[in-house]
Antibody
């Protein structure tokens, strides 16, 4: 059974760095084709893909946020960490981690999602 | 503004058939699979359709997906009140360095 769970602060101040951890089970990020992504959703708005890391430690980022994002993994702990620097109130959102898989040249959208964690940016 | 284009709203009466469209471009549709998600307020998205037209186990066959060229559609037949939710399409965009992309979401109202 695949499960993912996000953890991190519920409140951050403007200009601070957000660090979120995704802890997962039911699959291994060392298995060929496995990937974990972060996706966010501001209140009342659409989903926005942020970043992905794959089993081979390749990383992909949303081009609009690339300079502020860093994704990393700890395979032994079954964890993926996302950092987002210079937080602003517009970054207030529910942040989800999700499993994705690569098949050949293409990466497929998420098949399993965490429950999400709401992060509010306010002084 | 989302990379994939969906109508912001759709509606239908119980028993009707409703379709939701999702349009993209050659960089994100050609060769990539389209996935569809259903989301209720305050909950995480749920996978509804994968690989363009496949249903995960447990998803009623009232839900179907299709893809042609740079467009995809989600069809819901025999509309029920519990289908009222937000629906999102998603795929992988191969342009630049590659990134995931979502549609802007469609709010389905069952009248």
């Amino acid at each position: 059974q695949v499960t993912l769970r996000e953890s991190g602060p519920a409140l951050v101040k403007p200009t601070q760095t957000l660090t979120l951890t995704c802890t997962f089970s039911g699959f291994s990020l060392s298995s060929s084709g496995m990937c974990v992504s972060w996706i966010r959703q501001p209140p009342g708005k659409a989903l926005e893909w942020l970043a992905l890391i794959d089993w081979d430690d390749d990383k992909y980022y949303n081009t609009s946020l690339k300079t502020r994002l860093t994704i990393s993994k700890d395979t032994s702990k079954n964890q993926v960490v996302l950092t987002l620097t210079n937080m602003d109130p517009v970054d207030t959102a529910t942040y989800y981690c999700a499993r994705m898989q690569r098949y050949g040249d293409y990466i497929n959208p998420p098949d399993y999602w965490g429950q999400g964690t709401l992060v509010t940016v306010s002084s | 503004q989302s990379v994939l284009t969906q109508p912001p709203s759709a509606s239908g009466t119980p028993g009707q058939r409703v379709t939701i469209s999702c349009s993209g471009s050659s960089s994100n549709f050609v060769g990539s699979f389209v996935y569809w998600y259903q989301q209720f307020p305050g909950t995480a998205p749920k996978l509804l359709i994968y690989r363009n037209d496949q249903r995960p186990s447990g998803v009623p066959d009232r839900f179907s997906g299709s893809k042609s060229g740079t467009s995809a559609s989600l069809a819901i037949s025999g509309l029920r009140s519990e289908d009222e939710a937000d629906y999102y399409c998603a795929t992988w965009d191969d342009s630049l360095s590659g990134q995931g992309v979502f549609g802007g979401g469609t709010k389905l109202t069952v009248l």
